[in-house]
């Protein structure tokens, strides 16, 4: 999986061209990767290497992604050994089934807040379960203090019929 192809040096120049030093996964203070290659502008060699070009479930453009690995956080399910996932062989196409099943989740719901602890990468049936259940419609009646939101009322499509 991994390309060696994307494992070339930075030249000197190419390195002092770069406008940061430091990796930019929030907590990481590592330098940059010597290595040219998806992230080698913005991660240091160990966060490059989260990236799915080298393997990995994460994409340089989504910082919030490195971590990413093909277990839900929440329930422990292994998306690589999901019946309908693990018999896919390309190794390509199974990675990016696991990387849609394991979903990037901001625990405050902030999704400004990239901040490490305020990350988990959960499957899409637990981050399913997690909306509903914080979801304020399901406020309880019994608690008087706070105000029971009304159900948007599902209202169907009406669809176009062309002939
Ligand atoms: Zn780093
Ligand atoms: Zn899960």
């Known amino acids: 999986m991994r390309d060696l192809e994307l494992d070339i040096l930075k030249t000197g120049a190419a390195m002092k061209s770069l406008p940061g030093t430091c990796c930019e996964v929030d907590g990481c203070s590592t ?19 989260h990236l799915h070009e080298y393997g990995g479930f994460s ?15 929440e329930c ?6 999901h019946t309908s996932i693990a018999v896919i062989e390309d190794l390509i196409m199974k990675n990016r089934a696991i990387r849609m099943v394991i979903t990037t989740d901001h625990i405050d719901g902030n999704h400004s807040n990239n901040s490490l602890e305020n990350l988990s990468h959960i499957c899409v049936v637990c981050h399913a379960v997690k909306t509903i259940i914080s979801g304020d419609y399901l406020t309880s009646s019994t608690d ?17 019929i062309t002939q």
């Open 31 to 49: 330098i940059l990767t010597p290595y040219k290659g998806p992230g080698g502008d913005t991660y240091c060699r160990d966060h490059q290497m």
């Open 59 to 73: 994409k340089a453009q989504k910082p919030y992604t490195i971590g990413k690995t093909s277990v839900c956080e």
């Open 144 to 160: 008087a203090t706070k105000p029971k939101s009304s159900p948007k009322k599902y209202k169907p499509r009406k669809k176009k």
């Open 76 to 81: 422990g399910m292994d998306a690589a050994e």
